[in-house]
């Protein structure tokens, strides 16, 4: 399979995580929720990670793993908080502004010059966000323009997968300097097998019935694991022979995967404006990733 191939599997399996865990985990508190998606996909891993040889690992390196681990939970966190309280449709599309956010910290902080291709992206970005909430423009007679942004803070999902997002724009920048020290054949199974070790110190060791929550709904967890893992797999080889801005910005389009699953299991309303939005999103997500690499 070829790079494109392998995002486009690696977005369909995260999205299709997404749908198993609101279809038959609703009810599971969000630190459940995480152990489960994390802790599965790190016992699946577990012997991809120890089939291939290990490299030196320096400080430097678990130093960089240290500062990641508490982030990804955190996020994972809102996230699962997110997709549960929430649509799917008003909720994953919001994951395209981690590169947006990415560009204007740099910006902000570094004092990094936004090119006509990157201020494009945030444009169709922001513009596909204000598409998602369109029904909240029509106030009767009137058409409010700023009423779409004022249902995303009124919408806790989204609100929610806003501030995942922006986590993500840490991580995402964090993690590339980690993987810089080894390779991303290893770093993919390594990471999440880590990211299943801290969130079972997290959250099941503080209370048993973190525990008794793994043993409810077995092929629920095991379909949700399996997901997160060939997720996991098909991101790190696929990084392997692409430029890691190009694969992130096809990966987006498991937003558009989300949204069918959220018509097809949900009934979630506006499936045409939703997918308007999301192609919007991701085509956004494109611009600023070839600005990132320009």
Same mark, same amino acid.
């Given at each position: 399979?070829?790079?494109?191939?392998?995002?486009?599997?690696?977005?369909?399996?995260?999205?299709?995580?997404?749908?198993?865990?609101?279809?038959?985990?609703?009810?599971?508190?969000?630190?459940?929720?995480?152990?489960?998606?994390?802790?599965?996909?790190?016992?699946?891993?577990?012997?991809?990670?120890?089939?291939?040889?290990?490299?030196?690992?320096?400080?430097?390196?678990?130093?960089?793993?240290?500062?990641?681990?508490?982030?990804?939970?955190?996020?994972?966190?809102?996230?699962?908080?997110?997709?549960?309280?929430?649509?799917?449709?008003?909720?994953?599309?919001?994951?395209?502004? !981690?590169?947006?956010?990415?560009?204007? !910290?740099?910006?902000?902080?570094?004092?990094?010059?936004?090119?006509?291709?990157? !201020?494009?992206?945030?444009?169709?970005?922001?513009?596909?966000?204000?598409?998602?909430?369109?029904?909240?423009?029509?106030?009767?007679?009137?058409?409010?323009?700023?009423?779409?942004?004022?249902?995303?803070?009124?919408?806790?999902?989204?609100?929610?997968?806003?501030?995942?997002?922006?986590?993500?724009?840490?991580?995402?920048?964090?993690?590339?300097?980690?993987?810089?020290?080894?390779?991303?054949?290893?770093?993919?199974?390594?990471?999440?097998?880590?990211?299943?070790?801290? !969130?079972?110190?997290?959250?099941?060791?503080?209370?048993?019935?973190?525990?008794?929550?793994?043993?409810?709904?077995?092929?629920?967890?095991?379909?949700?694991?399996?997901?997160?893992?060939?997720?996991?797999?098909?991101?790190?080889?696929?990084?392997?022979?692409?430029?890691?801005?190009?694969?992130?910005?096809?990966?987006?389009?498991?937003?558009?995967?989300?949204?069918?699953?959220?018509?097809?299991?949900?009934?979630?309303?506006?499936?045409?404006?939703?997918?308007?939005?999301?192609?919007?999103?991701?085509?956004?997500?494109?611009?600023?990733?070839?600005?990132?690499?320009?």
């Amino acid at each position: 399979m070829n790079w494109l191939e392998l995002t486009l599997l690696s977005a369909f399996t995260l999205a299709t995580a997404d749908a198993l865990s609101k279809r038959y985990l609703a009810y599971y508190r969000p630190g459940d929720l995480v152990l489960v998606r994390f802790g599965v996909a790190a016992v699946l891993l577990l012997p991809v990670l120890l089939w291939q040889p290990w490299p030196a690992l320096s400080p430097v390196f678990w130093g960089w793993i240290v500062v990641l681990m508490p982030l990804e939970i955190v996020a994972m966190w809102l996230y699962m908080r997110a997709i549960r309280e929430s649509p799917l449709s008003l909720t994953l599309p919001y994951l395209a502004f !981690t590169p947006v956010f990415n560009i204007l !910290t740099g910006y902000l902080f570094l004092g990094e010059q936004v090119s006509r291709a990157g !201020t494009a992206g945030i444009v169709l970005v922001v513009c596909g966000a204000w598409l998602l909430n369109l029904h909240a423009a029509r106030d009767g007679g009137r058409l409010d323009v700023l009423a779409p942004f004022k249902a995303i803070v009124r919408e806790r999902g989204s609100r929610l997968m806003l501030i995942t997002a922006a986590i993500y724009s840490l991580t995402s920048v964090i993690s590339k300097v980690a993987l810089l020290h080894v390779t991303p054949a290893f770093f993919g199974p390594f990471y999440f097998v880590a990211l299943g070790l801290c !969130t079972a110190l997290v959250f099941a060791s503080r209370d048993i019935s973190s525990w008794k929550a793994l043993g409810r709904h077995p092929w629920a967890h095991l379909g949700i694991g399996a997901c997160m893992a060939m997720m996991v797999v098909t991101h790190f080889y696929a990084i392997a022979h692409i430029e890691v801005a190009y694969m992130v910005a096809v990966k987006r389009t498991s937003m558009l995967f989300g949204i069918l699953y959220g018509a097809w299991l949900f009934r979630e309303q506006g499936l045409t404006r939703n997918l308007a939005a999301g192609m919007l999103m991701v085509a956004g997500v494109y611009l600023v990733a070839a600005a990132g690499e320009a």
